[in-house]
């Protein structure tokens, strides 16, 4: 099983999950697909970076800021319409985007549209995360869930190419059309999913309360469980070393030799790691023992980088950034995995929403905190510092033993 295929075999065997996975990756190629556009069609009206900062801002900032409340939709409402109008917003802004384009509108337009874009996706993730289970067996679950991963790692680095290409031969508006029909594409595909697999069980079990109530729900579910803050602790430091590594390898790649190109080149072999391991993270969350196996995968995010300061040859740096691909991956997995077996569904997505925007804000102060210790200790510090505390943190937390009082998924063996 540690064929980068298998998970893909597994998962897509089943009908259900086949559609679900089908809806996720059309839509994650759009969230992905129409970003070069946006840009181009910004700084090509103003040539402004602070205009391009200030679209980048409303892409993301509205998904850190709406996952709680995503997540809690996706506890109340029935999943599958939740998904269908994600998409159909989400259509109708890349359609109202090909028309600012055309007809030259104000270019405010392009970051208020960026930002609902965004904002209608913030259920989407909480809601396919809760509705796997329900749709895989316990054993296919570690399969669906690295299937998933595989697919959102694929659009991170298939999108922006596919952007390119669509740029090279057309235009902003040519891009935004075809970026809204993927949109319309994954909405047909969990369409035809059946609507009691996608029905949020807290809708039927629960009255509704005030925001404030529903988000304690979500971390008391993840309190909860003995092991929650640690997997999503160990989440949220995967995803910070990648935040500082987008600032490092613009660094690294010059004192490889390779310029501004060396950073591209890290980048994806960052991502081909990470869909490389997909048959290595399908066996680590079925293992007996994932305790273990996110330990093992945290230790191949740290370990890779104190020795990424050092080596002086591309070859060496691509297999070192891709082992940390690997690693991020798999503890995304397993984690995942543990938190769908382990929390009460009825307030899954709601935990889970808190969480999603916790590992969105990782990458963000990874990028900001990097440049601070660059030029305090340089890039060879900063690797070796972040591969330390990442070690640090896999000796000092996850290698602890269980409290005995409530049991806990990931120390089934212990």
Known sequence: MLNPVSPFRVALSVRNIRLLLAGLAASQAGDWLYNLALLALVYGRTHSSAWVGLTTAARILPEVALGPLGGILADRIDRRELMIGSDV??????????????????????????????????AYAPCVVAVLPRLATDEQLPAANAARVSIQSICIVAGPLFGAILMLVGSPAVAFTINGITFLAGALAVARLPRSALHAPAAATETPQGLHRELKAGWEALRGYNHAIAIVGANIISSAVYGALTVVFVIL?????????????????????????????????????????????????????????????????????????AGTFTAEVVGDTCLQRSLDPAVFARAYGLALPAFLGGIAAGALIAPLTITLVGVTGTLIMIGAAVIAYCTLVLNQPRRADRPAVLAATD
């Open 253 to 325: 790649g010059h004192r490889l030799g390779v310029g501004a190109a060396g950073y591209g080149y890290l980048l994806a072999a960052m991502g081909a790691g990470g869909v490389l391991a997909a048959g290595i993270s399908n066996k680590a969350a079925s293992s007996e023992n994932p305790r273990r196996a996110l330990i093992a995968s945290m230790l191949a995010v740290g370990a890779p980088l104190p020795l990424l300061a050092v080596t002086g040859w591309l070859p060496v740096a691509l297999v070192l950034a891709g082992v940390f691909g």
């Open 89 to 122: 917003i989400r259509a109708g802004t890349m359609a109202t985007l090909a028309v600012v384009a055309v007809a030259h509108a104000p270019i405010i337009f392009a970051p208020i549209l960026a930002a609902v874009c965004t904002g209608a996706g913030s």
